[in-house]
């Protein structure tokens, strides 16, 4: 009943008034003890020796563990094992966790940390992309590739060709609440852990094996967390894991949190790579044959690096349609934090690269982009293309709307006007340009492996007529929980104030995936769904018994249970249910159909579905500095029937702000030696309050998902990031007003970078 | 020593032992009031926002993680525990965050209600200025903003009042100092020459969040109410040392706009209320944003050492990195800088354009007579070890013919004058150019031909 209205976030109300509680605000017994990493100083190289006689001796410091004191498995990663929680003698990057101090404080535990002795044999590191090329240091043996058509015999035809380099930095994650974890010992040398995390099973997992326990032993509970992004899939594995190890070992309470710049140092970020392409085309800008050449810097440790590498070659395509094309991957091991899943999981360095290739075909040709664009995409669904148009995956695309999208948007943004007027400024305007784009979005929905695509929920109602619901997803602020509960009290038919969603909690609902790939509600909305349909199954059929009816006119809506001649209130019927001994509590589950994925040959139907988006933004650059400003943005995205369009523009507003952050002041800087300089807010910058667009118009394609998904809505979490390239369009746009040359932008685009473009656009040599 | 003051309206008093406890650990490990969080630990972010009220009654945000506990005596703290009613009635700000879906994963949350409760509190309009030094990941500001401007229609609420200040008669012991007049500081410190000094605290905060030092003896200058008077003289303004940036910007936001709208840019409003421009002075940054400024529009120091003074030229006081013309127990009093100057210009680079430090920070001031370059003064920081004088330039540009031409040619000069270095903010070249461009854009903008980005509208 309350299904696609604006609901505020479940917990907004604790928001607001600070009563919402995190991990750190748990109320602990005054014996918890508190832990801190001591951190590697080298990004390669042996322990000759480690003297922690200092750390030991320090102020309120109880135990220190090393590598060689940890009981069972020293592994915290989520996919190769290869991942200590402690290094034992080789050391992989600077800021490996290589001692726990336990404490009787987290300030005297990060004082202690400080204070070991290492004699190290310092190597070489492998750090940048070429490093790893040349010493052909890489996850899988060889480099990944799919393909479609026959590029090779095409680009010689293709009337012309063009090639260029796309280097994308990488993005700090800055969820406001850095990782965090407290584990309580229980009986039977049980354990319950409380973890800021998206995998909470993984979390129960990593312990499990780290204590040598069953996993029933394990109870993980998640409340929420103070942002996710990708940063907490696998990265929150190594403190739960010594918090765990840790009270077993004291017998007491245990918490860590990072420290802002030890979260910085230690834990992985989004992949930086390089995107390198090949296109030929013809007079229009129609893309003939294509190549790119994928370069992922993993860091030290395999982590997600695989699947966000696939990930990025299923989005290479993005929203055109390209008859040849070859993607070549390379997942390159370096000594830095081992890079991990982030929003898009590689689907925006995917996609980026593509755009570029159109931005850099519209500039070589001297058309718009737009037009350049359109002319690449995919056929929409309306045109009943047969056969269907296929991704370079080979999976057939048939629910295609950014045709139409793109339409209702250009009219909507004003943007051939504003095309106009910018060229018009940018003639008059000597010292500030400014610049204007378009760009698509086409972000495939469902995990690509594919066993994950399952999800379970638990739903039991009270005999005062209240409801509690259990779900495998976790909440990181992305409104999951209310959503659920807006499918629950549809189904129920129940007002929403009658319904609590509880903290996800693995000895509820077992086994869960990681609340990712966009697929939170898409899950959890259908496995609560199958659980409130079991029930209300028992209760119609009760009911129908009592008034001799067939079940299926009986009708949940309003807090009544209604039928041809007689209308009960919810209360009564579950007071009666309870009374006649019928089971109030139910499991559902649910599996996304028809997906079938083989990674290795690159073939398949990965992906149930695609949700759609098209933004356009404008920018203003200063040409004397470099400093630009976002002006205007205008999204249309696409949330099918979006089950609470509140949430959902949130999702589009933050992913767009998020996303530009990522290819404009978002910089991170490793030194020569690998120690990477901006571990803090003062030097890595976020996007702040006035750089969004200060004309933010976003809006939402009302059509309903063509697959049954829940209440046909869409995944909403990933795909607007991928927004953000408008932004960096822009940027480009501005600075290709400076001179005849193609700008040749790299992102991040910080005032530096746009200020250098400027100068290629001048045809400026830089010199120093 | 023990602490007094107000929290959320009614009296606490505790120990600060080591006088480097912060408020924020105070909050959430003593009293349990967990709302405050903390995000960053270094007053970049806003998550430990709460709200200050000294003995002007003046309502401001300030970020508790680096605001030590002898700060506060004497004053009134409100967190987000109490910006609602005592009875659960939600302030204005709160309804509108609720309303605006202003929460998505609500780490930031409480940070940005107390900042806005601040704000509402002062009738403050402009919102990005406002909220900048508060980081939100999730909602990208927008419903924030909207959310802000709903609110504005809204009454403060009464429990909002502070009442009357308890006494704020700070107990010094020998090691944590509060003085209650530049005299007892100035005597003091002869006799403690090695104490660490505490105005603000937005730079010493971080050597005992971050670096984890141990800081005594110290003084906290915040109680002595004659170092923080701003006095006009007519000729001239006479700045105590530890008047706040915040008030140090209303003095001069009639005389020196620009100084005043690149200083809205400094930090955050949360660190602006807490920082102060002696200490930007004393802590010899070369990337402080008030020297270069204060240099170009040729402010004298104060420096007192007993009962001595010795006035100078602020640029003379920077001698080198980490070093600055200062002796043993002298410190910085006041500044004094004249009124009759309005060609000063300050262009701070940053790679964010809010709350960051400079990459580069450009102060020109040049007067014309006729059609003749009659005075200059130009001052960089981010440039050189220290915030300096541009001289060559300088020489180069007084008695030239006020045009694009002579800018252009004078440019290269800058070169002689500075040989900037590369860190995680800005490349030696890009600093050198746009440097020399900020030249350009000074003749450009007293041209009136169009330079500044925050002034295009789409």
Redesign the interface.
Known sequence: MTLTQSLPHDAALQHVSGTARYVDDIPTPASTLHLAFGLSPVAKGEIRSLDISAVRAAKGVRLVLRAKDLPFANDVSPSAHDEPLLADRFLHYAGQPIFIVVADSHLLARKAAQLAKYEIDEAVPILTIEDALISNSRFESAPRIYSKGTPDTVFPDALHQTNGSLNLGGQEHFYLEGQAALAQPGEYGDIVVHSSTQHPSEIQHKVAEALNLAQHAVKVEVRRMGGGFGGKESQGNALAVACAIAAVQTGQPCKMRYDRDDDFIITGKRHDCRVDYKVGFDQHGRVQALEFTHYFRCGWGQDLSLPVADRAMLHADNAYDLPHVRITSHRLKTNTQSATAFRGFGGPQGMIGIERVMDHIAHFLGLDPTSVRRKNYYPDMSENAEPPATTPYHMPVTDFILGEMTHSLLKSSNYATRKASVAEWNAENSLLKRGIALSPVKFGISFTLTHLNQAGALVQIYTDGSVLINHGGTEMGQGLFQKVAQVASRSLGVTQSTIRASATDTSKVPNTSATAASSGSDLNGMAVLAACEKLKQRLSALVAKQYGCAQEVVLFKDDMVTGPDFKLAWLEVVKSAYENRVSLSATGFYKTPGIEWDRIKGQGRPFLYFAYGVSVTEVVIDVLTGENRILRCDILHDCGSSLNPALDIGQVEGGFVQGAGWLTTEELIWDEKGHLKTHAPSTYKIPACSDRPEIFNVSLWAAPNFQDTIYRSKAVGEPPFMHGISAFLALSDAVSACGPNYPDLQAPATAEEVFFAIKRAKGIKREL | MKISFRLNGVSVSTLAPTGTETLL?YL?QDK???????????G??G?CSIILTGENGVPRAMNSCILFLPQIQGRSVR???G??GPDGT?HP??EA???Q??????????GF?TTMAAAHAAGEKD???A??G????????????RAAKLAAQGQVPDWMQEGPQPSSQPTSSDLIFCPETSDDLAQWYENNPEATLVAGGTDVGLWVT?Q?RNLTPLAFLGHAKDLRQIEDHGQYLRVGATTTITNFMEAIAPLYPSFNAMLSRYGSPQIRNAATIGGNIANGSPIGDGPPALIALGATLILRQGDKRRRMPLEDFFIDYQKQDRLRGEFVEAIELLKDQNRLRCYK?S???????S?VCGCINISVEGNIIKTVRIAFGGMAATPSRANKTEEILVGKVWGIKTFENAKATLLQDFSPMS????????RS??AQ??L??YF?ELEN???N??E???
């Open positions: 650990e959430r349990g009031l967990c709302g405050t969080k903390e995000g960053c630990n270094e970049d972010c998550a967190t987000v525990e910006i609602s939600l700000v709160q965050m609720i309303s879906h202003g929460a998505q994963c609500g780490f930031c949350t409480p209600i919102f990005d200025t909220l900048a508060n980081l939100c990941r999730c909602t990208g500001y927008a419903p924030i903003v971050k984890m680079l790679k964010r354009f809010d709350q960051d430090i990459a860190d995680a903010r800005a490349s030696a070249l890009y150019e746009t461009n900020m350009l854009r450009n031909t169009p330079v980005i925050l295009v509208r789409a």
